[in-house]
């Protein structure tokens, strides 16, 4: 039973339409913000796991910094920096008074703070108070934190007035070891993306006029949505010593010379979690890929007769238990018995709004036949996507439909991405020509714009050009052919490979 | 080599040395914030794990609510609510413009928003949205975050004005199920302070002018520092249906009536890592507990001639895997090789000032002897805290020698816990000659003013009489002798014993 507004039907809607079915977030009376529930939460828990540990297996420590900064710290940074973002929460009283039946803010501040919309300049501060010698570096640290935007068109994950996010910032005695550091982050973002998220992406820069104001590189990965929009989702910024020179970041290097050290930062959020739907939902809800999914396995007893409950429970969990000693992804099985009082038909269709990859119906018939009714959450709509199978052969290969579950979900999407990147498109006229049409879902019918492939001159008249067209250089990608061509916006002669596509 | 400031000498000087020379936290320039340091946010990382599985393991699921609340949200409760706290911090405005060369706060808001003390009341909010049949409940939930409250006289980790939390909110049908909720959380937070803390505490409930405003009952853990003042370590509040009926969480009972859900809050906070200094650290700095230690094992390699650097490191990691693969707690053991450029000896006492619970010393003479130089951290000043042990012994008994070292520190803590709590005071007269000694350091010599056990008669009158002598009643103990006796304020006759303190 497809959702009420599904992929071909209204994109944007089917989207917050899968948020709300999958119980995953809620717009909140906080203007702006989300509340994310358990099984949206869920999920970030099991992305922050698998990244922190990749994190601190780099070499990173956690740690943690004000949600404040005063206000005075940012006019160094609004002096240098071009594209510094004005749209924040400024905290301006400090107590709530009774004032003509009114609560009414006062214990006005001497100096408004600002609520972080990232911690660059407040870590940068710390960093010149730690470093004083080549000894103390690298400092390699992150923390996970809320950061405040003041989104005037919030989306649920994708734009919201606050998210959550981590945000890793590092100081380094050498460019090479920087650049090298930043270059590491992207891979590790890259990874998880692919193995974590089973969500496939293009490894690239960002052009000049993208860059994170005062990078020397901004480096991302760009994934594909189910409408041909391009989603960044992840971003790794090689400062050079830009940072440290405004920061006063400066250390004693091994010949007793005062120098500048090298920064990075780099950073994921929530928006994740929008990518995880628009790579992997579909028309009936999300589905979560197994190895960050809150549950791996839901089992839902199906009692016909109340004089089987006990019994019907008790296989239930002796399969919960046999399920939960089993091995995926190097850690036990997450698996779930619903016991709550409801329908079992409503619990089903819960479980397959949620998109937990492997549910399980037991009921009488099956503790007869020592079996269970098996759903896999990605095949529906296939012929055996639900099928019969015995306890002990489920056991057995559990954690090897989990990762045919996986390999399924990268698979579809690495199509999907590899189908719709057009590497045909030769001219201005051609390009010109694609992006008249509107995004819409690219495995429907209607309507297949999604990435091009191509070159780009560089001069400065295309930025406007791409505004225009609605369109953006999503990344120069790592893989460049280096053969001269045309560019698709200006006919000039180019020879850098971009993609470029329309994006969230 | 003793602190600066040591306990006797001068205690509130001695727990800042503590903090600054374990690199665990510092003043920030966001005024009255702290920067919580990669050894003291790996402490809390730890916490947070433990506590964590317990709290998932007891039903609840983790969500996120957003940092800001409308003023609005606020009026019914400033009206209902006696107790509320009016020292918060406001966003006023979303904007930053440049106003005559300064950069100005601007775009006012319509309705000013209150950074969370709490999300007590925008949590309310979406129960009363979720909650519609008993079948919906119960809803248990909670959340780690960051809160602020505007303190004026802010403490490292004691009193911020942000700190970190989780708060736990739960709903329930019935009056029973929610108050043994509510009971059942402060046992879990009594055995994660005992088992993973090696903190004891004493469980109670709050008197009535000690509850939690709008609470029927407040459940608190209470522990001793070592200048005999108390801390509270976690609380837990039954709230019976009184934030139910302000916040309108109704649900169909199974008879098709209309009813207000039962609830509870609970949390524990940052503080506890005070509480933590307060109870294990000593005159060279900090002790941390093995369970919750970011590293349990450090191993120092000596080279005193660099022709050896390469030999004694390999042997070192050698150690480091031979030891990884040990369990203890159930898990792998965490263990490090401090390789960076920077003298042994300054090694060791860093770690002694950070209380890493063991640290090896490995050398050219250790390679020889296949052994290591342990220094066992709370052993300091013992004949026996630095001893050669062989490398295979120390592998086979490191998950013991952890065991051991959390046996100790709890011993030693509990010990502390029962010698100082007065059971011998009889009258208000003792009770007065008692509490007129300012707190000291209670191990040493100058001062014993801790904790009286005693009965209380519970007059309104005593609640002033309390201030005037700057203590408290702690809790009301779950062991109650049930015996009358004289009230220790009043010297009127009494049964309840409670436990009274100066405290944190």
């Not at 009283?93 to 100096?111: A, C, F, I, N, V």
């Not at 005062?214 to 960044?232: K, P």
């Amino acid at each position: 039973m497809p959702l009420k507004s599904t992929r071909g039907s209204n994109y944007p809607d089917w989207y917050q339409n899968v948020i709300s079915v999958a119980d995953m977030a809620e717009v909140s009376s906080s203007p702006g913000c989300m509340v994310i529930r358990p099984w949206g939460y869920g999920i970030w828990e099991r992305i922050q796991r698998v990244l922190d540990d990749k994190i601190k297996e780099t070499g990173h420590e956690n740690c943690y910094f004000p949600l404040f900064i005063p206000l005075s710290s940012f006019h160094k940074k609004a002096d240098n920096v071009e594209g510094f973002a004005k749209e924040m929460a400024i905290v301006t009283h400090s107590r709530l008074t009774m004032q003509d039946g009114k609560l009414t803010p006062d214990g006005k501040l001497e100096e408004p703070l600002i609520v972080r919309p990232t911690s660059e300049t407040i870590i940068a501060d710390s960093f010149s108070k730690w470093v004083k010698s080549y000894r103390d570096l690298p400092v390699m640290i992150n923390q996970w934190a809320n950061v405040v935007r003041w989104e005037m068109r919030p989306r649920l994950f994708l734009r919201t007035r606050e998210f959550l996010w981590q945000e890793g910032h590092t100081a380094h005695a050498t460019y090479e070891e920087a650049e090298k550091e930043a270059k590491t982050m992207l891979d590790v973002y890259a990874k998880v993306a692919q193995n974590a998220l089973a969500m496939p992406v293009i490894k690239g820069r960002k052009p000049e006029h993208e860059k994170f104001p005062g990078a020397v590189d901004t480096y991302c990965i760009e994934a594909m949505m189910q409408d041909g929009r391009a989603l960044q989702a992840g971003t790794s910024h090689f400062l050079g010593q830009n940072f440290a020179k405004s920061a006063n970041i400066r250390f004693q290097n091994n010949e007793g010379k005062q120098e500048y050290a090298y920064t990075t930062s780099w950073g994921v959020t929530t928006r994740l979690i929008g990518s995880l739907i628009m790579t992997h939902a579909d028309d009936e809800g999300m589905v979560v890929p197994p190895k960050i999914a809150p549950q791996q396995v839901i089992i839902v007893p199906i009692i016909k007769d109340k004089s089987q409950k006990e019994e019907i429970l008790a296989y239930a969990h002796k399969l919960a238990s046999a399920l939960s000693s089993q091995i995926y992804d190097g850690e036990k099985l997450r698996v779930k018995v619903d016991e709550r009082d409801k329908e079992a038909v409503d619990k089903m269709w819960e479980w397959t709004r949620k998109g937990a990859p492997l549910v399980c119906e037991v009921g009488a018939r099956d503790i007869q036949n020592n079996g269970l009714m098996l759903r896999t959450r990605n095949k529906i709509n296939t012929p055996d996507w639900k099928k019969v199978v015995s306890f002990d052969d489920f056991v057995q290969t559990v954690s090897e439909r989990l990762g045919t579950f996986h390999q399924e979900l990268y698979q579809a999407a690495d199509k999907r991405l590899k189908e719709n990147q057009r590497t045909d498109i030769k001219t201005a006229e051609e390009m010109q020509a694609y992006f008249s049409h509107q995004n819409s879902w690219i495995d429907g019918s209607e309507g297949k714009v999604a990435f091009v492939r191509g070159k780009w001159c560089e001069d400065p008249e295309t930025v406007e050009k791409m505004k225009e067209m609605k369109i953006s250089i999503r990344c120069i990608p790592e893989d460049q052919t280096h053969e001269e061509g045309v560019c698709l916006l200006t006919n000039k002669k180019a020879t850098l490979d971009v993609i470029y596509a329309r994006s969230y």
